[in-house]
């Protein structure tokens, strides 16, 4: 297989939280269309994309900054969270399963930066 990110256990796990957070923003206020929906859908995007770049980057260096972008796109969607949270658009409970989801993500990628 020529893209060698698919199948990879880090990918996959970035494929579902991107999924996640799509069906997490299709329940925001419908007036948050342009401004949060949109800004985390791309964020969650963004991390998909980086992971499947740093698996085709032509060196380890490379592959270390695409890892890097993606660790922090988690972080701003942390702050996202954290904003939707303050907004009661969702859940305390909601909140904080997303933090641990994010955190594991973030963790996930780190191992494989320092691989």
């Known amino acids: 297989m020529y893209f060698r990110f698919h199948n990879k256990i880090p990918y996959e796990k970035t494929l579902i ?15 948050e269309k342009a401004g ?4 985390l ?14 698996y ?3 060196g380890k260096e490379e592959s270390q900054r695409s890892l ?18 303050n907004l009661a658009y969702i859940t305390s409970s909601s909140h904080h399963s997303w933090i641990i989801s994010c955190e ?3 963790k996930q990628l780190e191992e494989l930066r320092k691989s």
């Open 56 to 58: 085709v980057g032509k």
């Open 36 to 39: 949060v929906i949109k800004q």
């Open 17 to 31: 939280f991107t999924k996640d957070l799509f069906s997490l923003t299709g329940k925001l206020p419908e007036y």
């Open 41 to 54: 859908r791309a964020m969650g995007s963004s991390v998909l994309q980086d992971v499947a770049e740093s």
């Open 104 to 106: 594991d993500l973030s």
């Open 68 to 85: 890097d972008r993606s660790l922090k796109t988690i972080a701003k969607i942390v702050s996202m969270l954290d904003l939707c949270h």
